[in-house]
């Protein structure tokens, strides 16, 4: 059997080569790109050896494996992104670690994210998250703001001490109009990236795409791609 380092290289080297082909094929410097791991359900050991390997970026879903796991890692230079839905009363604790939160999605979560910054003395990122699902005034399936929430909490973020508007995040919806058209649904995003960069032009992270559908997000101008079974592994069922 491989060792476990071993594999993860073998697998990151795959990723690597499908997000330089797909930067290759829509015209674009392969540097545009930034990928994120992410680690859910994986040990911290796991994360030390994607940091040995030159992984930067690392992404959770859960505050309480990640509280854990980015305070096992405190002596690694990476930065962390929370990428699930995210309750106000773990504001705090997330607040303490992550640099990005990726989903942010109603006003109560800004104040939440706000009052925990500036108690902790850091500055969160924030994107806003996108649930192209959603109808109006409503949150998607999988989280998210609809669409036209998105200028009030931009607003909202903005205006908030100890956070910064980093730009949009989506996960592509698995019903609506957009259900298994995942192109369809980045390159939307991208259209509401470029009205948001209109207000507010440092804004300019989009989020989308993971294991099966990066080359559709680099294809529509994502920033950054999520990425966890391409690289780790589909992790056995437990029992």
Known sequence: MKDRKTELAENLAMVEERISAACAAAG??????????????????????LHELGVRHVAENRDQDAAPKAAACTDLSLTWHFVGQLQT??????????????????????????AAAVRAEREL????????????GERGERGGTAPDG???LATAVAGAPGLRL???????PLAGPYAGRQQA??????????RLR???PAANMV??????????????????????TAVLGVRPSLG
């Open 89 to 114: 009363n773990k504001a705090r604790s997330v607040a303490s670690y992550a640099e990005v939160v990726q989903s942010v999605d109603r006003i109560k979560l800004v104040s939440a994210l706000s």
């Open 150 to 152: 998105i200028e009030e």
């Open 166 to 172: 980093g730009g949009l995040m989506t996960v592509a």
């Open 198 to 200: 209109a207000d507010h």
């Open 125 to 136: 990122i924030c994107l806003i998250q996108v649930a192209l699902d959603a109808e109006s």
């Open 28 to 49: 674009r410097p392969r540097e545009d790109v930034t990928l994120i791991v992410v680690t859910k359900t994986y040990p911290a050991s796991d994360v030390r050896l």
């Open 185 to 194: 649904a980045f390159e939307r995003l991208l259209e509401f990236s470029s």
């Open 207 to 228: 989020s989308a795409g993971m294991s099966a559908d990066l080359e559709d997000a680099v294809k529509a101008g994502a920033t950054h791609v999520r990425v966890g």
